[in-house]
């Protein structure tokens, strides 16, 4: 096969007897032939270009679902018109994140549906942006206006130069970064990531990873489109309410590849317990790709030796390192190799540090695993604060260049000077060492934090918490803790507080639920420190407060604070209301552990996302259609649940 453009792919695959499946449950499933992804995206494509879309025009996907999202994606890339994805999720922030990304894009088309348009109106109302949604919205295009797609766009053909689409930094709320992906840049990927994988056209895969992000996108679809796989992908918040279904739709459907990031897995051992998946076999799984955050060896044991007896090779957990800047693949394991890992001291990663490998003290372990080599058209390379090259077995920051990275970040030339260099090479904001040959990742050597499979900046979460009374940003310091024998980093927020650790609670509950209310992440901890250590400069040192965390000097005063909740509590009030009754069951089912009156707010005691999800599925079953995912932020307590649940039933009976 020739091509240098998505385009050409798109072209050569419509006659190709091969499908993309959606799956949307056990038994419920719609399969639709390549050729009519072409069909449609065509269609799709001269209803854009009647409302005025023209090549080069930036065009902002807005949807959950997987088959629509694909429509919109194929119908801007065959029109020139350049795809900008961005994920819908369930809090403000997300439709926040897409005022802030329009702004920037400067006048974007919106391709999205009705119910979506009206809640990001209802933000912009409240936060002061009605002439930016009044303009999007002129320049939106609703799913549902789609009723015929007979008549074709006018195809363009573009150059491998040629920008294909834009893909934003996942989780960022603030100033989110636009990494701009050309043609050329994804077909170096394909191949390269091809050549090891060895991917071909007898390829099973399976994917409930978001197409906003590219572990989603490129990894288990297009790289594998390219590939002319048979495809299969289930949304995302279907693997968050039903995670077994993953891997019992795998061994269904004979799933050659598959994936996960750190939380995935977390999440399906969590709701598997002590059962075992019956009449599953997984033997035909060659890959389960393990990638966009940082990896656990212990989950990724645990998880292996879970599932050793449905026949899952313990060669096919797969760790691998990319990042949006290189459209995904960096570096890839030998397939059919079992994963390995090294054991170095936590205290010795610092840039230029040699590491040092089986540290005596258990305490000082930090377990790193192995991510592979280089994939071809990508160059590598480990330096020094300076740049310079430091040798194998020495900590730096990874460099890439090459055929599939970006060539910057669009709108912000000066984002794409600090992290790309005159020759080329882009500073990852990862650092890693080479030992024997392969690459390890040692941290980050910007401030991120890795939660669910996504990235946030500390300052953006520091910014919505410093909204709670007595706070600013010089009292607080957000932060990804691991401690030694986690699966994963915990979100932990410090509050500079030095009065009686009584009157600590009201702040703790406050920041609890500004954060969740607008990210639906979940705070593990807020800790109260008597002081926040910064550098000379002002700049908060987040290591140091970690450190301290992971060492256990907050230990106590967290248990007072545990003791002083529970006390204040007091027993769980629960009103003669049978609705409230069934409520309270089903949100303490989804929180295990926490002790939940009718009146407390889900977001201070710590409902993420993905337990949201989860109550609102539970919610539906008993009240099918009568309660939105979104309502459960307008009424955060059971009390107010209730009480407009009673209301909705009222009018359903009348």
Known sequence: MTYTTLVDIFEMNRSVDRAVTYVDGENTERRVHYGEIYTRALGIL?????MGARRGDKLIIFLNNNEQFLDG???????GIVPVPLAVGISDEHRHKLLRVARKLGKPLLYTDAKNLERLQALAVQVGEQALFAELKARSFLVESITDISRPGELHRPAPQDLAFIQFSSGSTSEPKGVMLTHGNLIANTAGATAV????????????????????????????????????????DLFVRRPLLWLQVAAKKRVTLTCSPNFGFRHFLKVLGDRRLENVDLSSIRAIYNGAEPISVELCNE?????????????????????AEACLAVTFPTPGTDYRWIRVNRHKLA????????PSNPRDVLELICVGQVVPNTELRIADDGRANVPDGQVGHILIRGASVTRGYFGDPEATALAIDADGWVDTGDL????????????????????????YYPYDLENIAQRAPGLDLNKIAAAGVAKPGTQGEELVVFVLHRGDIAEFLPTAAAVSRLINEHTGLEVAQVVPVKRIPKTTSGKVQRHLLEQAHRDGEFDADLAALRTLRDAQSGPAHVSGSDLETRLQAICEAALPGKRIGVDDNLFEIGASSLKLIEIHENIDRDYPGLIDLTELFDHPTIAQLAGHLEGKLRKSAT
């Open 46 to 50: 001269h209803h854009l270009q009647a």
């Open 73 to 79: 994606f194929w119908a801007a890339i065959c029109g």
């Open 197 to 236: 994988g060895k991917y071909n056209d007898q390829d099973v895969t399976l994917s409930w990873m978001p197409l906003t992000h590219d572990m989603g996108l490129i990894g288990l679809y297009l790289i594998q489109f390219v590939n002319r796989s048979h495809i299969n992908l289930m949304p995302t």
């Open 303 to 323: 998880f292996m030796r879970s599932l050793a007896y449905t026949g899952l090779k313990h060669s096919a957990m797969y760790p691998v390192y990319g990042l």
């Open 351 to 358: 840039v230029g540090t040699a590491i040092e490998l089986n």
């Open 432 to 455: 890693g060492v080479l030992h024997e040959g392969a690459l390890y990742i040692a941290g980050r050597s910007k401030e991120i934090i890795f939660i669910n499979g996504q990235n």
